[in-house]
């Protein structure tokens, strides 16, 4: 299934932009950074890693296909598409699969902000196994982008477990998004992580699980 089919067919409505949890039906919003301002960078960053690595690996089994997805904006300025490989082959166990990334110009994601039609969005997918990615390094350099730390990736990432029917996206070191097609796919991470819920948004999540 490619990725087209896969959100045609289970995300109908759904755009790959943020915010995934405001415009999707079932979902969580998770903080991943906590009390910024009363802790040294490093402590705050190591609380960081800790919660969505965790998270990440409640919902993605070593042996799960999923898509990555990687959305990067081109605002007609000199384009970097060399650099932007570089996203997955720092993070693949084995450049061979590196084959099968798939390359897609799209019209900009976001339609409201490109009247005069100029822009544009590159997106590229990887299909592959969770344990083909180093997806701990992956995680970290994404939770690393407002930081001002290196490695960092500045474009939007997507995780998409096809079995399961989720999608997985940090919009930056103070949270994540979890959406499904179902609660019960959530409902052991709404459980067990229910603390970790941001309470901004706690009343939505607890009814979509409470019915």
Request: some cysteine; aromatic content about 14%.
């Amino acid at each position: 299934m490619n990725l087209e089919k896969f959100m045609a067919t289970n995300f109908p409505n759904l755009i790959l932009t943020p915010p995934l949890f405001y415009n999707c039906d079932t979902g969580i919003r998770f903080e991943l950074g906590v009390d910024w301002k009363g802790k040294e960078e490093s402590v705050y960053l190591k609380g960081v890693y800790e919660r969505t690595i965790t998270l990440f690996k409640s919902l993605h089994s070593e042996n799960d296909e999923i898509m990555i997805v990687v959305n990067v904006n081109d605002f007609g300025g000199k384009w970097a598409f060399r650099g932007r490989l570089n996203i997955f082959s720092r993070y693949v166990r084995d450049k061979a699969i590196l084959y099968k990334l798939q390359h897609k110009i799209i019209p900009y994601i976001i339609p409201e902000d490109n009247e005069e039609g100029k822009y544009k969005t590159h997106r590229f997918v990887l299909k592959c196994k969770t344990s083909d990615i180093k997806y701990v390094s992956l995680l970290k350099a994404i939770c690393n982008t407002d930081m001002g730390i290196k490695p960092s990736i500045d474009d939007r990432v997507y995780f998409i477990n096809i079995k399961k029917e989720t999608i997985f996206h940090v919009y930056d070191d103070r949270g994540c998004d979890l959406v499904a097609t179902s609660p019960e796919t959530l409902r052991e991470v709404y459980t067990e992580y229910n603390d970790w819920i941001l309470d901004y948004d706690r009343e939505k999540i607890d009814k979509v699980f409470t019915m």
